[in-house]
C-alpha cells in the first residue's frame, strides 16, 4: 500500500474522530440537537460538527473521545470568541465528567508527545 502522508493521515483521523463524536452523541441523546446552546443562552440548533473542548492544536488530545463532542456550527464558533462561554463549557464539563478527568485532559493538552506517522497510521486503524 502506498504511504499516506502526514496531512492525509491527521485529516482522516479528524474525520474519524469526528463521525466517533456524532456517534456518541446520538447513542446518549437520541437526537441530533446541539447540547452547548443553552450555555450561551440561545435556542437549540442541529449539531453538525465536531467541537472540541481543548484545541486541535494539541496531538495528545486532538483525537480523544474525552476532547471530541458534537455540537451545532455557531457553538463551535462562538468558543473560538467567547471566554465567558468557554468558562460555562468548561464548568459543564466538570459537573458531568469530574474534576479528575478535567485535569487529567488539561495536563495531557500540555504534554506534547511526538506521534510518528506510522503511529498515526495504527490510529486510524484502532
Ligand atoms: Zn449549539
Not at 17 to 39: G, I, V
Not at 58 to 74: G, H, K, Q
Not at 99 to 111: C, I, N, R
Amino acid at each position: 500500500m502506498k504511504k499516506r502522508s502526514r496531512k492525509t493521515l491527521v485529516r482522516l483521523l479528524d474525520q474519524k474522530a469526528s463521525s466517533d463524536a456524532r456517534k456518541r452523541h446520538l447513542y446518549t441523546h437520541t437526537n441530533e440537537l446541539c447540547q452547548f446552546c443553552y450555555l450561551r443562552f440561545s435556542r437549540v440548533q442541529t449539531a453538525t460538527q465536531c467541537f472540541h473542548i481543548l484545541s486541535r492544536k494539541s496531538y495528545s488530545t486532538r483525537w480523544l473521545p474525552e476532547n471530541c463532542f458534537w455540537s451545532c456550527a455557531s457553538c463551535n464558533i462562538r468558543y473560538e470568541q467567547d471566554a465567558d462561554f468557554v468558562s460555562r463549557v468548561i464548568d459543564w464539563y466538570k459537573e458531568k465528567f469530574g474534576a479528575k478527568q478535567w485535569d487529567w485532559l488539561s495536563v495531557s493538552y500540555h504534554t506534547p508527545i511526538p506521534i510518528k506517522d506510522w503511529e498515526l497510521e495504527e490510529k486510524l486503524n484502532a
